[in-house]
């Protein structure tokens, strides 16, 4: 299942399939580790949901809602 970073619940876990966006944006977004291939976890959101913290390549990355929009990532889905 794909799913937007921006629609994570917390805990969830991805791997980013492709990065939206073009120019400064998304040369900014691969600057800070998110490409394709990358394993993701949305560990906190802040009460209105923006921004969100995640850990990527091993580090903490806080990320506005609109640039977490723009990381399309695989998600599996939970089968309890």
Sequence with gaps: ME???SEFKIGEVG????????G?????????G???GA??????KAPLGDPLEVTLRGYELT???C???????SVEEDKR
């Excluded at 791997?15 to 073009?22: F, H, R, T």
């Excluded at 400064?24 to 800070?32: I, T």
């Excluded at 394993?39 to 906190?44: A, E, G, S, Y």
């Excluded at 640039?67 to 990532?73: K, P, R, S, Y």
């Design 39 to 44: 394993t993701v976890i949305l560990r906190k």
């Design 3 to 5: 799913k937007r970073l």
């Design 24 to 32: 400064r944006v998304r040369r900014r977004l691969f600057d800070m």
């Design 67 to 73: 640039e977490a929009n723009l990381a399309v990532c």
């Design 34 to 36: 998110i490409t394709p």
């Design 15 to 22: 791997v980013i399939k492709k990065v939206d966006g073009e």
């Design 63 to 65: 990320l506005r809602k």
